[in-house]
């Protein structure tokens, strides 16, 4: 975690460094959020899971004459944690899993009502788990429970498509809507049974692959927000 704020603070500094009178094209930012996020495959349902999520990332505009509207791409570097939480049930399964994330999107700003929608794709890294199955020690027959004896390791690398919308809401700031979806599994062919003795006639067993599955609320700062829009005034002044 150290490591993961020592090369966000450094990707900051240089993002700003940057930033003179002909970089003022790029816009930096900064993130704050939380990811409300549940893991298809576990066997649990709902979005119970609640967890922060924090980074900084760059926007350059794809036509430069335009830097404050139209088609724009993103870049950001995030700690995400993400997995599942059920309490009531009794398999209470828990999960919190620790990702560097590193999103690339395209970006569309509507010049007339504020909005700005993006699809892109994310590249994660898990770097801790921390898991409990939650469950009760004395088998009940019909109710469902993994296999947890030889139940595999998740997936270091994590590939997931991205769709977000954000909007200003007081200068500098924006509210961020974000959802994801692992287009991989995180986790393969986990072994689920029906708590009945193997060999009888009621044992039932499946497999499952486990994906993460979150939304996100973020708010973001963007620290040259104003400087941005100069210049796209200054870009299409036609006297000086």
């Not at 500094?13 to 495959?41: E, M, S, T, Y």
């Not at 967890?51 to 791409?73: D, E, F, S």
């Not at 700003?109 to 994660?124: A, E, K, N, R, V």
């Not at 400087?227 to 299409?236: E, H, K, P, T, V």
Request: aromatic share 16%.
């Amino acid at each position: 975690m150290k490591r993961f704020f020592k090369i966000l603070f450094f990707v900051l500094l240089v993002h700003c460094a940057a930033f003179d009178a002909r970089a003022q094209l790029f816009k930096a930012f900064v993130i704050g959020g939380v990811n409300i996020a549940q893991i298809d495959g576990d066997e649990v349902y709902g979005y119970k899971k609640v967890a922060p999520q924090l980074g900084a990332g760059v926007m350059v505009p794809l036509n430069p004459r335009t830097p404050y509207k139209g088609w724009q791409a993103s870049l950001e570097l995030l700690y995400s944690q993400k997995g599942a939480r059920e309490t009531l049930d009794p398999f209470a399964y828990k999960s919190s899993l620790h990702y560097v994330d590193i999103p690339l999107m395209i970006h569309y700003i509507d010049p007339y009502g504020g909005l700005t929608f993006g699809l892109g794709l994310q590249y994660g890294r898990l770097f801790k788990i921390k898991e409990d199955w939650g469950l009760p020690e004395k088998i009940i027959n019909g109710f469902e429970r993994p296999m947890v004896n030889g139940v595999p390791a998740f997936n270091k690398n994590d590939l997931s498509f991205l769709a977000d919308v954000r909007f200003t809401v007081w200068k500098n700031f924006k509210l961020n809507f974000r959802y994801q979806y692992s287009l991989l599994p995180i986790r393969e062919d986990v072994w689920y049974y029906n708590g009945y003795p193997a060999g009888t006639q009621e044992f039932k067993s499946w497999s499952r692959d486990f994906r993460n599955n979150y939304m996100s609320l973020r708010v973001i700062y963007v620290i040259n927000e104003r400087d941005s829009r100069q210049l796209d005034r200054n870009i299409n002044r036609t006297t000086y």
